[in-house]
């Protein structure tokens, strides 16, 4: 399984189809630092809900490289449909892991977070929060990509509008108002989560969502995998 998520990350890169998302973020996170600054929770809470619809984009790209015919015969050299579809899943957390080291480091070089001042929580809080933000949402980034892919959707333009609605609904879901926010990831309630002091109940109460909607829809994308294996 290992082999095969070394061959789908060296696809990826070698194909160049890594190059679009990784300059989409450049892009998205450059623009967003230099409107101004901000305590680092703060600005990384925002980078980690815009970094999450390019993340699960990049999954989506990187589950779409292989064609149907490679892709049964990696199912037969991983030795089943459930190692290949995991290493799928490990293939696009890995790397989705550039991206979140690029949101946490571009900050300090174009000058996006400021020191903190007199009341504000200590930079380490800020930092330690931005790292659990952007590390949570890459998990259900990669279960939304997974769920657009072309293995699971057929056609491009279903991929992309599961792709979409996915995004849409993470935003639109994630405002306060909204009565069943848990339906979509928690991305507006990580960004929140970051804002001041680190609050432990809010904190894990928000992992936990994560990993639990996580779950349920990489279940979902396994069982489509699995039906048409």
Do not use: N
């Not at 952007?134 to 072309?150: I, M």
Request: glycine letters at 10%; aromatic letters at 6%.
């Amino acid at each position: 399984m290992t082999a095969l998520v070394r061959m789908r990350l060296a696809g990826f890169v070698h194909t160049g189809r890594a190059v679009a998302p990784l300059l989409a973020a450049l892009v998205v996170l450059s623009i967003l630092y230099g409107g101004g600054q901000a305590q680092a929770g703060e600005a990384y809470g925002v980078s980690a809900a815009v970094l999450f619809v390019v993340l699960a984009w990049q999954s989506k790209v990187l589950l779409d490289v292989e064609p149907d015919v490679q892709r049964r015969l990696g199912r037969v050299a991983a030795g089943g449909a459930a190692r290949e579809i995991v290493a799928g899943l490990v293939a696009a957390a890995l790397a989705g892991l550039p991206l979140v080291a690029i949101a946490l480091v571009l900050p300090w070089v174009v000058g996006g977070v400021t020191t903190p001042r007199a009341g504000d929580p200590p930079l380490s809080t800020g930092i330690a929060l931005g790292v659990w933000a952007h590390l949570l949402l890459l998990l259900p980034a990669v279960a939304l990509g997974a769920l657009s892919s072309r293995a699971v959707t057929v056609q491009a333009a279903r991929g992309v509008a599961v792709l979409v609605s996915g995004a849409v609904f993470a935003v639109v879901f994630g405002l306060k108002s909204f009565p069943v926010p848990w339906l979509a990831p928690p991305v507006m309630a990580t960004a929140r989560a970051t804002v001041g002091a680190a609050h432990l109940p809010v904190i894990a109460l928000t992992t936990a969502w994560a990993l639990a909607w996580t779950a349920v829809f990489t279940g979902f994308y396994t069982r489509a995998r699995l039906d048409r294996a």
